[in-house]
């Protein structure tokens, strides 16, 4: 796992390159590398954290056999060896990255789709003089980069491409997402003239213009859905061989490894089969919190200790937990206002004084349907098609006669009809509407890309719930999750690996009849099954818990000082970007004990730290 950096341009140089690629010291804290040609006015930054061939010969970047091709590489290729095999590659080291570039300069872009990894990779040609970006297939790693008349310049993260001379302007579209969502979603940035290399898509640039291909659209593997033919111990067995082979794989490291263990059915199943093929016990981790109602360390430990893992489990305080508060924008460079970046953050330190490399259980609930919403947009599509409106006027005034927590409930009969599911999960994440936003930014229109996205999915001949699948496979957890913990993660200098996200693993899962993902109201069916086999029945089928941190409470009390700070209204407006007495709308609202307000809140606030850390004055 690394740090990238690159670009091509006549207005940079060396020194550039040095400051981007040093920006990302976090990422890659064992070794440093350049490569710089001033004919071409290319340069290639790396930094590495070291996992696999801990010699100064894996190091980067890295040269093909024929001195063509120059590669810096950021995550991992877990197949690597089985590619040499087949590519007849005789290597000189034991690294991933020897393999990828010879496999590159043997078939060129194609041998992407033998790649089973997570990666981020930039190759460039010294023949065509042509640049190559490729970003894996579910989007673990991240590319950023940043395109203007005279400048072409990635990195790993957006921190790095803003220690170059580049205008900060934001991107009003993409704040609008953030408002929406929780998260800007690709290929957008919060600033003009920066975006996301769109996962499963390669880029190459060459003497000044640029083109975006797609490699790989997970859509795309989707079939009819059968009937089951097999039976259900049938497909139990063949679930659990491709989960087995996906962890096995993500065990290739010559660094200690261990595992996220919340307790929960992804991470519980994640380290059953971990422990299953090891003969001494693995490394599990988890923290705790000391706030009631946001702890399940209790079942993790006795997860753990049927399991029989090397269990290390961290109580954290109120206050330990909030210390990171002020600093959390240190580590994410967009704005981004899931409250659990904090608990995700802490478990990553934790987990990185014993290990370098942990695994992950993100992408279980996406691809089992594990989230509760389901059923709700079932029931509110259902009213809203057999309502005319009249209806839903009354239940709203009845709710809000019910006090904050039916308050609160009642702005669901308010989503608009068309595109109601993106609309439902914005709510169900506590953010703006699109009317709100609307005042929030002084401007008659919003233009919210997650709503065509919606749309689209909406059309494909696939049930409901399966379109919800595939929406938060697609939008949720590429531009959310998958974010959320490469900056958690690499901050601390920890890689993070996701047996879930394996594609085989992926696309066998979403093929699977519905049944075996919602079975008698119980979600996750089939992966609850397979845990059965590991652990007694009452840790698999126990109630569902999140991974949030008490952000509200907080805000109300020792963190109150943040609302004052970065939400006083001389600062919003002069800083022109907010409707300074909307900002106080809100903050009035929350402080009169609507405490459903605590997310809208947070985000202005995160917001307001990052604007302050990144632009500050520069922004136009």
């Known amino acids: 796992m690394c740090g990238i950096t690159g670009f091509i341009s006549p207005s940079l140089n060396e020194e550039h390159l040095h400051r981007i690629t040093r920006a990302l010291q976090h990422r890659g804290p064992d070794a440093e590398g350049f490569y710089f040609d001033h004919k071409t006015q290319i340069g290639l ?93 579910f989007g673990v790693k991240p590319l950023v980069y940043y395109k203007s008349e005279d ?61 975006i291909l797609p490699y790989y659209r997970f859509r795309d593997t989707i079939i009819s859905r059968p009937v089951p033919v097999k039976s259900e111990n049938e497909t139990l067995d063949e679930f659990e061989s491709l989960l087995s082979s996906s962890v096995k794989y993500r065990q290739i490291s010559d660094v200690p490894i261990g595992a996220f263990l919340s307790g929960g059915t992804d991470s519980s199943l994640i380290c059953a089969l971990f422990q299953k093929q090891n003969s001494n016990p693995v490394n599990t981790f988890t923290i705790g919190f000391d706030v009631e109602g946001y702890d399940e360390s209790g079942y993790a430990s006795q997860v753990a200790s049927v399991l029989k893992t090397n269990h290390s489990e961290t109580h954290l305080t109120d206050k330990s937990s909030m210390s990171i508060v002020d600093r959390i924008v240190d580590f994410y460079d967009e704005p981004f206002a899931a409250p659990s970046t904090i608990p995700s953050y802490l478990v990553c330190n934790v987990a990185r004084k014993h290990v370098t490399v942990a695994m992950s259980g993100d992408g279980g609930d996406e691809l089992f349907m594990g989230y509760g919403y389901y059923d709700l947009y079932r029931k509110i599509k259902r009213l809203y098609r057999l309502d005319p409106g009249i209806g839903r006027s009354i239940l709203k005034r009845i709710f809000n006669s019910k006090g904050e927590r039916y308050e609160r409930a009642a702005r669901i009969f308010d989503l608009p009809g068309k595109n109601l599911l993106a609309h439902l999960w914005s709510e169900q994440q506590y953010m ?70 394996d594609y085989r693993l992926m696309e066998f899962s979403y093929n699977l009849p519905q049944v075996y993902k919602i079975n008698k109201g119980v979600p996750k069916y089939l992966m609850k099954k397979l845990l059965e086999r590991y652990l007694p029945t009452d840790l698999v089928y126990r109630r569902k818990w999140g991974f949030p941190a008490p952000i509200g409470n907080w805000l109300t009390r020792d963190l109150s000082y943040l609302v004052d700070k970065w939400l006083d209204p001389a600062r919003i407006k002069s800083q022109g970007i907010f409707n300074e007495k909307m900002v106080r709308h809100y903050v009035d609202a929350f402080r009169s004990g609507k405490k459903f307000h605590d997310k809208r809140i947070w985000s202005l606030i995160f917001f307001q730290m990052w604007f302050d850390k990144y632009i500050g004055q520069d922004a136009a």
């Open 45 to 137: 930054g790396h930094r590495r954290l070291s996992i696999l061939d801990l010699s100064a010969a894996a190091n980067q970047p890295f040269y093909s056999k024929d001195g063509r091709y120059i590669m810096v590489f950021n995550g991992e290729v877990y197949n690597f060896k089985e590619v040499a095999e087949k590519y007849k590659i005789i290597a000189k080291t034991s690294s991933d990255s020897e393999v990828i570039l010879e496999a590159f300069a043997l078939k060129g872009i194609d041998c992407v789709s033998d790649f089973n990894g997570m990666f981020a990779i930039a190759i460039w040609d010294t023949v065509e003089e042509r640049l190559f970006l490729i970003r894996d297939r």
């Open 432 to 501: 703006f509407s699109e009317k709100e936003i609307r005042g929030l930014l002084n401007t008659d229109e919003t233009h919210l890309p997650v709503l065509d996205a919606w749309a689209d999915i909406n059309k494909m001949p696939l049930s409901d719930f399966e379109k919800i699948s595939l929406f938060d496979i697609e939008q949720y957890l590429a531009h959310d999750l998958l974010y959320k913990m490469d900056a958690a993660s690499m901050s601390n200098s920890l890689e993070v690996r996701n047996p879930y996200l």
């Open 151 to 211: 400048k072409f310049a990635f990195a790993s993260e957006l921190k790095a491409l803003l220690q170059l001379p580049v205008k900060k302007k934001i991107n009003k579209a993409a704040l609008q997402s953030y408002l929406f969502l929780e998260y800007i979603p690709g290929p957008d940035c919060i600033l003009e003239d920066f975006y996301k290399l769109p996962n499963g898509h390669y880029a190459e640039i060459c003497r000044g213009e640029m083109k």
